[in-house]
């Protein structure tokens, strides 16, 4: 079984900054992409930041040049480093994987951390 594990949400003013972590873990298997999505309240989910295996990244137009993403490889981690957050980053952030298992591609989520910004 293969679990995606998200940390790092909370309560934050507008202008401060928040680290989300997310660790895969089980056994036998690789990971191809990872990225964060998002959903606030009565918005469909939308992809935030995704960065292959090879580090290429892409982000959502609103976020780029506040948000960061990286993935320590070693680790099976990805990281989302939010700076200058506004109230209209405030969602359930989650955690996504494209991992091979056995051969078979499948994709992970994580259960989803809340992110809330207050003005």
């Known amino acids: 079984q293969v679990q995606l594990v998200e940390s790092g949400g909370g309560l934050v003013q507008a202008g401060g900054s928040l680290r989300l972590s997310c660790a895969a873990s089980?056994?036998?298997?690789?990971?191809?992409?990872m990225g964060w999505y998002r959903q606030a309240p009565g918005k469909p989910r939308e992809l935030v930041a995704a960065?292959?295996?090879?580090?290429?990244?892409n982000y959502e137009d609103s976020v780029k040049g506040r948000f960061t993403i990286s993935r320590d490889n070693a680790k099976n981690t990805v990281y989302l480093q939010m700076n200058s957050l506004k109230p209209e980053d405030t969602a359930v952030y989650y955690c996504?994987?494209?991992?091979?298992?056995?051969?078979?591609?499948?994709?992970?989520w994580g259960r989803g951390t809340q992110v809330t910004v207050s003005s």
């Open positions: 996504h994987a494209v991992l091979t298992r056995w051969g078979v591609v499948n994709d992970y």
């Open positions: 089980g056994n036998a298997f690789s990971i191809n992409d």
């Open positions: 960065i292959t295996s090879g580090g290429s990244r």
